[in-house]
């Protein structure tokens, strides 16, 4: 079992819905980073969080740390949000980010 | 400047051939990241460096040799490759550990 779960793996929705994309963690961790990757491969930082909830734009982030779970939310979705998010959560004092498997966004008009 | 640059883009070398991957960062951070992805997986961290040194290596292959010259450039020596080794590999940096990466678009190598 991977210590990081993203549900779902794939997700087609259509322009203007909301969407939710899960992350549970079963490690401890101090912070949690949600990145969206588009197909050239290029990757963006989305979110870092280590309590609460952040909001840029149109996307929202929030995490649970006691449930070991975040969500990130889309509002308004559009195709250009087509992409894989990828939720990676940073254990202990090393700096080094494991990743969940991606989600698979893809929008339609 | 907001931006990790990596060069080149796109590398195809043989299994003999000598190259080297660049990335560069002119944002202050004191960490550069190294990360290799495989198609339709998540990135795999490769090598940390922190203030200039080396302090993560995942247990990475020889052939691929980190270098971070000075606290703006990285650099990845690549030699006597496997086909396997074709991958995007991503160059990050951050100010610190508990802040935001910021990502580089990556190069794409293909060893023939």
């Known amino acids: 079992k991977n210590e990081v779960e993203q549900s779902p793996q794939n997700l087609t929705a259509q322009e203007g819905e909301f969407i939710t994309i899960n992350c549970s963690y079963s490690?401890?961790?101090?912070?949690l980073h949600w990145l969206q990757q588009h197909p050239g491969g290029g990757i963006v930082s989305l979110f870092m969080l280590s309590s609460g909830k952040k909001k840029h734009g149109r996307l929202i982030a929030t995490i649970n740390i006691q449930e070991k779970h975040s969500s990130l939310h889309i509002t308004a979705s559009h195709p250009r949000d087509s992409a894989v998010y990828i939720c990676a959560v940073l254990t202990g004092t090393a700096s080094k980010l494991t990743f969940g498997t991606g989600t698979r966004l893809q929008v339609t008009l | 400047d907001t931006e990790v640059t990596q060069t080149p883009k796109h590398l195809v070398m043989g299994m003999t051939n000598k190259k080297s991957l660049k990335c560069e960062q002119h944002m202050g951070h004191r960490a550069m990241y190294w990360y290799k992805q495989k198609a339709k997986k998540p990135p795999e961290l490769m090598f940390v460096y922190s203030y200039e040194k080396l302090s993560i290596n995942e247990s990475v292959p020889s052939r691929f040799s980190p270098e971070c010259p000075n606290s703006s450039l990285l650099n990845l020596h690549l030699h006597a490759l496997q086909p396997e080794d074709s991958a995007l590999y991503l160059c990050?940096?951050?100010?610190?550990?508990?802040?935001?990466?910021?990502f580089g678009s990556g190069t794409r190598l293909t060893v023939v």
């Open positions: 490690v401890g961790i101090s912070a």
């Open positions: 990050a940096s951050s100010q610190g550990v508990l802040e935001r990466y910021t």
